[in-house]
């Protein structure tokens, strides 16, 4: 892939990092933060997968996997919390 | 040629990906309602990181296409479980509220 491309992307895939911040700090109840906390979560794979591609490095997009479950166990842990008050019902 | 083909289907996955992103976010800023903003992050977050993932095709590496893939199959599991976890979280708090 073009080189430019990529720079770009990861350009644009940064910009909406932003605005996924200014997201979750304007976010008025947990429910949405934790929205916006799995969008970061998302945002910060594919920025992975960028890099991985513009430094022709496979290792960074192990991060990528890594991160996606620890943020998918992080979500599930944290819906249980306030879902029903604790892991276990 | 196929280099060039390949170019082309992957800046088109990394275009239709960034898109879906862009969607992600501009869903959270401009909906209030939690079911909203878990509608605009499920259906659009899960697929743009899978067509960001998929555009390894681009790479040509077969260790960088591999990890892609076994992360497209991660995110096709694990999106759709957390929206369901966060929309049962919310509806159980909402019902708890109105007791």
């Known amino acids: ?89 | 040629m196929i280099s060039i083909l390949l170019d082309v289907v992957g800046s088109v996955l990394l275009l239709v990906g960034l898109l879906a992103l862009s969607v992600g976010v501009q869903g959270l800023f401009r909906l209030s309602d939690t079911y909203h903003q878990l509608h605009a992050l499920g259906l659009a977050t899960g697929p743009g990181v899978m067509a960001v993932l998929a555009s390894s095709v681009a790479t040509e590496d077969a260790a960088t296409i591999s990890l892609a893939v076994l992360g497209i199959i991660f995110v096709a599991i694990t999106s759709p479980v957390s929206s369901h976890a966060i929309a049962r979280a919310a509806h159980r708090r909402d019902q708890s509220g109105e007791q």
């Open chain 1, 1 to 89: 892939m073009p080189t430019a491309v990529l720079v770009l992307a990861s350009a644009w895939v940064t910009l909406l990092l932003v605005g996924g911040g200014l997201a979750l700090l304007r976010a008025g109840d947990v429910v949405h933060r934790i929205i916006a906390l799995d969008l970061l979560a998302a945002l910060v794979i594919a920025l992975l997968a960028l890099v991985a591609y513009l430094r022709a490095e496979p290792y960074y997009l192990d991060a990528a996997v890594a991160l996606g479950l620890l943020s998918f166990v992080a979500t599930v842990a944290v819906a249980r919390h306030i879902g029903s008050g604790g892991p276990v019902e």
